[in-house]
């Protein structure tokens, strides 16, 4: 199982700052000393052409700690770290994958000592009774009211409940560093707000996108790196990897911390070659990676609607499902002439009252549910309920290992008009956007200042 995320503000990961370096020289070649061969040219920097590095490990492979003003991160934590976020995607890392999840953690772990270093030296610490209260929480979605259950599950996965605490510290630690620091200086006026608000009545009825984004910078010199790490994510999230799990630990957009949710937004606020592609999307469908400028973006479309009117799929139905059970093992011809024989009986019933007597003619299962709304329904459903009457029924659908049913329509409400959204919320939401970007350079100005040294 996968534990649900923690409803805390967290930060995308940004390039670090200045750092200080160390490389490592345990493993010194014994013979450089006694080498007889004419120097070679020097090139800039005084620097031979043909030098001798005194490593014999990979590069690529080195131990990933390092120490933030003086705290020290380990290999442990990493990995411990690295084991939550891949258990979350359940999906097949390879060991490419996992190396670079690595580096992008420690990235994370570094960003997460400043936060608790920033708290403590601001005495906005966060105390041990916090954190444990949060993980408590956290166990009790997952696990009922054991949390030692939560400590096994952790220690099963490879990881530990004090690698999961730190993180709830982290983001506890930016939440009261943010509400001391930034949250108290950002203002919004009630002009600006009656402004959006004429604006929204005047495009009442426009189309409106909500997107899931992953973007990373590039540049001229490293535009193909970034390009096949973007194509990995994707095989990732293919494959069943969390697009949110994924977007929070490698996005380099602002709406990483909301896990790459960008909100509903309008086609002329993206860069064209986005807009063409969300143009043609339907929710549920993700694209990418699309060149944009300053690097690529991976998009996904969760919602969209119409600016100010009511949403069809916020219709509340009431449904009869009529299912039948194929025999184990049976055979695709034999499938398909019972799929056809359930379809071709289903439209003899006349509407929702002779719907029960499915079970006694062909012992078919007819279960109620009087109040479902639409989009609670899978999107392959969803537009096809649309369509239909009352007393109608879908196409029948499923599989022969979980049986085959359809659903008949004995009930609709549809939604009155969507409402303008309210002075508070409009306020609200611009505040969140300039908290969320003040709180980036925030943390870069926390990179800047500290002193981080690598193993």
């Known amino acids: 199982m996968t534990l649900k995320a923690i409803s805390t503000i967290r930060t995308p990961l940004l390039a670090l700052g200045a750092v200080a370096l160390t490389l490592s020289t345990a493993s010194v070649v014994p013979a450089f000393a006694q080498s007889t061969a004419a120097p070679a040219p020097i090139t800039p920097f005084g620097l031979p052409s043909d030098v001798t590095v005194f490593d014999d490990g990979n590069p690529n492979q080195r131990s990933a700690t390092a120490v933030v003003n003086g705290y020290v991160i380990t290999g442990t934590d990493i990995e411990q770290r690295v084991k939550l976020i891949t258990n979350a995607s359940q999906a097949d890392v390879s060991q490419e994958e996992l190396q670079r999840l690595r580096s992008q ?28 209260l949060t ?74 996108y909500r997107l899931g984004e992953i973007y990373l910078s590039a540049t001229d010199e490293n535009r193909e790196a970034v390009l096949q790490n973007m194509n990995r994510i994707v095989e990732q999230l293919q494959q069943g990897g969390s697009f949110v799990a994924y977007a929070r630990q490698f996005s380099e957009a602002t709406t990483a911390i909301q896990g790459g949710d960008t909100g509903f937004l309008r086609l002329n606020t993206l860069p064209p070659v986005m807009a063409e592609s969300v143009r043609q999307m339907e929710p ?28 069809p799929r916020d219709s509340v139905l009431s449904l009869k499902q009529i299912s039948i059970d194929l025999p184990p093992g049976v055979s695709d011809e034999d499938a398909t002439t019972s799929i056809e024989q359930f379809g071709s009986y289903v439209q003899t019933l006349n509407g929702c009252t002779d719907a029960e007597n499915a079970t006694a003619a062909i012992g078919a299962a007819v279960v109620s549910n009087p109040q479902i709304q639409i989009r609670q329904l899978p999107e392959q459903l969803q537009s096809i309920l649309l369509s239909l009457q009352i007393g109608q029924t879908t196409p029948p659908f499923g599989t022969a290992e979980d049986g085959v049913r359809v659903l008949m329509v004995c009930g609709r409400e549809d939604p ?21 970007k003040r709180a980036q350079r925030y943390l870069r100005d926390l990179r800047n200042d500290a002193y981080i040294e690598y193993n």
């Open 135 to 208: 993980y408590n929480q956290l166990a009790a979605q997952n696990f009922g009211q054991e949390s030692q259950a939560m400590d096994n599950y952790l220690i099963s996965i490879g990881s530990s409940a004090n690698a999961l605490k730190r993180q709830i510290e982290g983001e506890l630690a930016w939440e009261n560093l943010i509400r001391r620091n930034i949250t108290p200086f950002v203002n919004v006026s009630a002009e600006e707000v009656n402004s959006i608000l004429e604006r929204q009545e005047a495009d009442r009825g426009t189309e409106e």
């Open 416 to 436: 009155a008009d969507a409402g303008a959204p309210t002075f508070d919320s409009v306020m609200d939401t611009i505040e969140a956007e300039r908290v969320n």
């Open 105 to 132: 953690v420690l990235r994370n772990l570094i960003d997460e000592t400043l936060k608790i270093q920033a708290a403590e030296s601001q005495e906005v610490g966060v105390q041990k009774a916090q954190v444990d």
């Open 284 to 311: 549920g469908q993700l694209v990418g990676p699309l060149p944009i400028p300053g690097g690529f973006t991976v998009i996904y479309l969760i919602d969209k609607r119409q600016v100010l009117m009511a949403d």
